[in-house]
């Protein structure tokens, strides 16, 4: 299960020839990654006062082409990996005009104690959510193929 959320590239989001600097990708993929959870029923509001936070271990991009300001951009999240511990995702982002890739990346997660920092087991309550999602993940996948 893929979730796409829609963008609209700000002025503030280029340099001075209107193309999206390369940074903004990163954040976008948070824009999905919030999507992705939220789409499960799974806010980060909720686990915040559940005591768990989930800091980003690891994040690469590949660059295909580029974005401009006014373009509408689809950021497509798919979770890939799941333990108890973290969770890694992979993301698209393409315009949504003509569907280009304009960059592919991967990120991972992992759930920590909000008061120590320390890496902690997820509960149930949000375990058994996204390990659903990552089946149903798996299932779309063996479609695609």
């Known amino acids: 299960m893929s979730i796409v959320a829609e963008y609209r590239?700000?002025?503030?989001?280029t340099d001075a020839m209107k193309v999206v600097h390369h940074a903004n990708y990163i954040r976008w993929f948070e824009i999905g990654r919030v999507e992705y959870l939220r789409n499960l029923g799974i806010t980060l509001d909720d686990m915040m006062a559940d005591g768990f936070v989930f800091p980003i271990t690891e994040v690469k991009a590949k660059y295909v082409s580029p974005g401009y300001?006014?373009?509408v951009l689809c950021i497509e999240t798919r979770a890939t990996a799941l333990t108890k511990v973290k969770m890694a995702f992979d993301y698209r982002v393409y315009r949504k005009s003509d569907g280009t890739t304009l960059?592919?990346?991967?990120?991972?997660n992992v759930f920590t104690s909000r008061?120590?920092?320390?890496i902690?087991?997820?509960p149930a309550k949000y375990h058994e959510r996204l390990q659903k999602a990552m089946e149903q993940e798996r299932a779309e996948k063996k479609q695609e193929q």
């Not at 590239?9 to 989001?13: A, P």
């Not at 960059?103 to 991972?108: E, K, L, S």
């Open 69 to 71: 300001f006014d373009d």
């Open 115 to 118: 008061e120590s920092g320390q």
């Open 9 to 13: 590239v700000n002025f503030f989001d």
């Open 120 to 122: 902690v087991r997820l």
């Open 103 to 108: 960059v592919t990346g991967h990120t991972q």
